[in-house]
């Protein structure tokens, strides 16, 4: 079994507790109401802002014995920069207030989750932060696409207020191809033992951002 396999059967359970959190079925269904949407857009943005610092920081961390994982970095910045302002931009099309999120402060949720990345980075292994890359990407593609169709139906919203969600679902298939060729390499068993401790960890604190949304 390669080892993006086995990442995945470890974390089934986890990754089934936060799909089957109330909020992403009543999303799934077209079930939430515009207020939810704001508040899922604006936890989103202060998360999504810490990515490239995330990936930069994950880099200059990782031993300079795995430079095919610090040029894999330089690839993730590529595609992941600016990607907060998207989610300005749908907010003010869902008509929320872009300013006021951007100046806003987040939930202590979405604290924890970022807190907790920066803090295997840079004091634990760095290489542990592949696991929030598998969760986040791997929700993307899971749910992201049905979901925007979802609530687009239902709160009769333009496209312009979807950027985020349809994007990252169809950037993320491509993510995943390249994402398995780097999970492969990992051979060492301590890494491959942190990617799945960390994904473990990051589909929980994941889904207590999603647990704490307005009901």
């Given at each position: 079994?390669?080892?993006?396999?086995?990442?995945?059967?470890?974390?089934?359970?986890?990754?089934?507790?936060?799909?089957?959190?109330?909020?992403?079925?009543?999303?799934?269904?077209?079930?939430?109401?515009?207020?939810?949407?704001?508040?899922?857009?604006?936890?989103?943005?202060?998360?999504?802002?810490?990515?490239?610092?995330?990936?930069?920081?994950?880099?200059?961390?990782i031993?300079?014995?795995?430079?095919?994982?610090?040029?894999?970095?330089?690839?993730?910045?590529?595609?992941?920069?600016?990607?907060?302002?998207?989610?300005?931009?749908?907010?003010?099309?869902?008509?929320?207030?872009?300013?006021?999120?951007?100046?806003?402060?987040?939930?202590?949720?979405?604290?924890?989750?970022?807190?907790?990345?920066?803090?295997?980075?840079?004091?634990?292994?760095?290489?542990?932060?592949?696991?929030?890359?598998?969760?986040?990407?791997?929700?993307?593609?899971a749910?992201?696409?049905?979901?925007?169709?979802?609530?687009?139906?239902?709160?009769?919203?333009?496209n312009?207020?979807?950027?985020?969600?349809?994007?990252?679902?169809?950037?993320?298939?491509?993510?995943?191809?390249?994402?398995?060729?780097?999970?492969?390499?990992?051979?060492?068993?301590?890494?491959?033992k942190?990617?799945?401790?960390?994904?473990?960890?990051?589909?929980?604190?994941?889904?207590?951002?999603?647990?704490?949304?307005?009901?």
């Open positions: 079994m390669s080892f993006y396999n086995q990442l995945q059967t470890e974390t089934n359970q986890d990754r089934e507790a936060l799909f089957s959190i109330p909020i992403i079925q009543d999303a799934l269904r077209g079930a939430i109401k515009l207020n939810q949407y704001l508040a899922f857009l604006k936890e989103a943005y202060h998360h999504v802002k810490h990515t490239v610092p995330l990936l930069k920081a994950c880099k200059n961390n031993s300079n014995d795995y430079e095919w994982l610090k040029k894999a970095m330089d690839h993730y910045v590529e595609d992941e920069m600016g990607h907060e302002e998207w989610i300005l931009n749908d907010i003010k099309a869902a008509g929320g207030k872009p300013d006021e999120i951007r100046h806003s402060s987040p939930s202590m949720f979405t604290e924890f989750m970022v807190a907790d990345a920066y803090y295997q980075i840079h004091q634990g292994n760095p290489i542990g932060f592949l696991g929030m890359v598998f969760v986040l990407e791997g929700t993307s593609i749910i992201a696409t049905n979901v925007a169709q979802s609530i687009q139906k239902s709160l009769q919203l333009p312009e207020a979807f950027t985020y969600l349809t994007s990252h679902g169809s950037l993320d298939l491509t993510h995943v191809e390249f994402f398995k060729s780097l999970v492969n390499q990992l051979s060492k068993e301590r890494d491959q942190i990617v799945i401790e960390c994904a473990k960890k990051f589909y929980f604190l994941y889904g207590n951002i999603f647990k704490n949304l307005p009901v």
